[in-house]
């Protein structure tokens, strides 16, 4: 999140005259109370000031920038979190590669009567591809990466910590799941969204685009 410049010189004069009213902070600005007003509510909501009433405006000694890791911190994975694209096991690498280029994504999902079974990524086609195999008579059951080696998150999760993952496992994309029955003492999920480098990108585009 970009602070304007007028709120950047609003945290300047609170910092020198704190504790310091709307009115004077106007009247230095040389706009009226209503102009900053806007200002001022996002400044105290995002915790950079501290309003006091009949007192005035404090600095809360946090910056911007910490400001922003905290903001994106609350991010759940729900609010972000885009519709997967699946496959199912059978489905031979020539038509999964075909509808991954559709699709546009770096990742399909693949699932078997409702639950994850694997995922398949564009360099999982690659290397069959380049390999000579025949991906006509090929189902995606055999080059896809299977569960449990698969790593998922929930929709509540926190989408910072998603986007870590991404990049410490440099992988595209994280299915996002709910746990279902059991099966023979395995664990069972349905995937329900997907979060990948697409939709981190469009989170700090976003973010960066919220003017004051």
């Given at each position: 999140m970009k602070l304007s410049d007028r709120q950047e010189e609003i945290i300047r004069l609170v910092k020198e005259q704190q504790p310091i009213t709307s009115e004077a902070l106007a009247e230095k600005l040389g706009v009226t109370r209503a102009a900053i007003r806007a200002d001022l509510s996002i400044l105290t909501m995002i915790g950079i000031l501290d309003a006091r009433p009949k007192v005035g405006y404090i600095y809360s000694g946090k910056s911007s920038n910490s400001f922003v890791y905290e903001y994106i911190s609350k991010i759940k994975v729900y609010e972000i979190m885009s519709k997967p694209i699946t496959v199912k096991e059978e489905t031979m690498v020539y038509d999964a590669i075909i509808f991954l280029f559709l699709n546009d994504v770096g990742t399909l999902f693949v699932e078997n009567e409702g639950v994850l079974t694997g995922a398949v990524s564009r360099k999982d086609f690659l290397k069959i591809a380049i390999g000579g195999t025949d991906i006509h008579k090929v189902p995606v059951g055999v080059i896809m990466t299977r569960m449990p080696n698969i790593i998922c998150a929930n929709k509540n999760d926190n989408a910072y910590n998603l986007a870590k993952k991404?990049?410490?496992h440099e992988?595209?994309?994280?299915?996002i799941v709910e746990s279902l029955e059991k099966?023979?003492?395995?664990e069972q999920f349905k995937i329900i969204g997907k979060v990948s480098k697409t939709n981190i990108t469009k989170l700090f585009v976003k973010l960066g685009g919220q003017e004051g």
């Open positions: 991404i990049i410490e992988i595209d994309s994280i299915p099966l023979d003492d395995k």
